[in-house]
């Protein structure tokens, strides 16, 4: 079992920052690939961003490629959203989920989900 734990939500207006942070506990951390999802009122839960387990990689959506960042540090079992210039259609729950696939967004693919912050972008 993993848990894991968002934190960093909340209201900005648009073009600002927000940084989401995940806290890991239980199994090894960077036994997992990491995942970044969201889900809007009314929308199904989408895809934002993954990396490897070492770190080296990441992939995002191309709604958010350019302006978000993923980065993760396995000695400190965290996970990290860096997220800029935002737009009212980043307005959504954020989610962070554990995963043993590599190269996945499927949300089916992912085995341990924390219990979302919530990200307001005013227009």
């Known amino acids: 079992q993993v848990q894991l734990v968002e934190s960093g939500g909340g209201l900005v207006q648009a073009g600002g920052s927000l940084r989401l942070s995940c806290a890991a506990s239980?199994?090894?951390?960077?036994?997992?690939?990491m995942g970044w999802f969201r889900q809007a009122p009314g929308k199904e839960r989408e895809f934002v961003a993954r990396i490897s387990r070492s770190g080296g990689s990441t992939y995002y959506a191309d709604s958010v490629r350019g302006r978000f960042t993923m980065s993760r540090d396995n000695a400190k079992n965290m996970a990290y959203l860096q997220m800029n210039s935002l737009k009212p259609e980043d307005t959504a729950v954020y989610y962070c989920?554990?995963?043993?696939?590599?190269?996945?967004?499927?949300?089916?693919?992912?085995?341990?989900w924390g219990q979302g912050t919530q990200v307001t972008v005013s227009s």
């Open positions: 989920a554990a995963s043993y696939y590599d190269g996945t967004k499927r949300v089916d693919e992912y085995d341990y």
């Open positions: 239980g199994r090894t951390f960077s036994n997992y690939v």
